[in-house]
């Protein structure tokens, strides 16, 4: 089955900063990649995604990029604020309805 | 106007019982999810329901039975619950690749 890694697990960034977040998958036949956040105590929260025939998508302060390639895909945040701090999941997906998650990324955003 | 709500928010119960968490979705979505979320925050697939047809079945013991009244709802029932049970387990659903979760039922075995 799809094998999704993500780095890093902790990440601490200055407000106002930029953040990243990179994962890689294992299946070439993955097409879908979504990112989530998770708020404490809530549930996961698509914030984006991407499919594989895009190479890069933006929303806001938000952006995602694919290397198809090199079967990896990453999380971009700039101007980092307090309520970026979440835990984030990438995950990938062959179409199949399943998805699979990275181990997710805990970001802290220091005022 | 919630979307996709679970019942209970929080669960406690003893080994050997049994349970059952409910999911309901407004969103009019043909596919319906149960994930688990381990202590260490990660979520695996259980299983899924396309119409009311199981579509995903993982690697879950026989204790864990789907039940799909209707495409709206998806219920998740837990026989003989074991310590190893603990965790907290999200409702999702999805009219194509986007999945929407609930807010998850936080079950603890004592």
């Known amino acids: 089955g799809e094998n999704v890694e993500q780095h890093p697990s902790t990440l601490s960034v200055q407000e106002g900063d930029s953040a990243v977040i990179k994962c890689t998958y294992s299946?070439?036949?993955?097409?879908?990649f979504p990112w989530y956040k998770q708020e404490l105590g809530k549930g996961p929260q698509l914030i984006i995604d991407i499919r594989s025939n895009v190479g890069e998508k933006k929303d806001q302060r938000i952006a995602v990029t694919l290397n198809k390639t090199a079967k990896h895909f990453s999380l971009h945040i700039t101007e980092t604020q307090p309520e970026d701090s979440a835990v984030y999941f990438c995950a990938a997906s062959m179409g199949d309805y399943k998805l699979s998650f990275g181990a997710g990324t805990t970001v802290t955003v220091r005022a | 106007d919630t979307a996709v709500s679970q019942t209970p928010k929080y669960l406690v119960t003893q080994m050997g019982n049994d349970k059952s968490i409910k999911c309901e979705q407004n969103l009019g979505h043909d596919t319906m999810y149960w994930y688990k979320q381990d202590s260490k925050k990660f979520l695996k697939i259980m299983f899924s329901?396309?119409?009311?047809?199981?579509?995903i079945n993982e690697t879950v013991p026989n204790r864990f039975s789907p039940k799909s009244p209707d495409k709206a709802h998806l219920n998740l029932h837990i026989n003989s619950l074991e310590l190893g049970d603990s965790a907290v387990y999200f409702c999702a659903s999805s009219q194509g690749a986007e999945q929407y979760f609930g807010p998850g039922t936080r079950l603890t075995v004592t």
């Open positions: 329901y396309n119409n009311k047809e199981l579509i």
């Open positions: 299946d070439s036949a993955s097409n879908y």
